[in-house]
Nanobody, 119 residues
Framework: QVQLVESGGGLVLAGGSLRLSCVASGRTFSSYAVGWFRQAPGKERKILAS????????YYTDSVKGRFTISRDNAKNTVYLQMNSLKPEDTAVYYC????????????WGQGTQVTVSS
């Protein structure tokens, strides 16, 4: 397993942007797929986006397509989530998680970072 630390959350006005970072420890991180998830109060945690170890394939859930972009820099052991055109309904705790085999089985999670979008 790897240790993951998210950062970059905060308070932003609707229509604004934030870039989240997920920094990992462990030299094998560059071979793992990574996903970004969020959990709003009283709701289940849901996947937003994922990226393969090489960065050549990405996935987005419909609610963030065209607004969020996932990317990675394996030299820095970091995965990013660029979030544009933020909406109040994007308010949640955002988590990153790693998937060693690229099969959607996430086994290491960060502690989360709060994103609050005000109208």
């Amino acid at each position: 397993q790897v240790q993951l630390v998210e950062s970059g959350g905060g308070l932003v006005l609707a229509g604004g942007s934030l870039r989240l970072s997920c920094v990992a420890s462990g030299r094998t991180f560059s071979s793992y797929a990574v996903g970004w998830f969020r959990q709003a109060p009283g709701k289940e945690r849901k996947i937003l986006a994922s990226i393969t170890w090489s960065g050549d394939i990405t996935y987005y859930t419909d609610s963030v397509k065209g607004r969020f972009t996932i990317s990675r820099d394996n030299a820095k052991n970091t995965v990013y989530l660029q979030m544009n055109s933020l909406k109040p309904e994007d308010t949640a705790v955002y988590y990153c998680a790693s998937d060693p085999v690229g099969a959607g089985r996430y086994d290491s999670w960060g502690q989360g970072t709060q994103v609050t979008v005000s109208s």
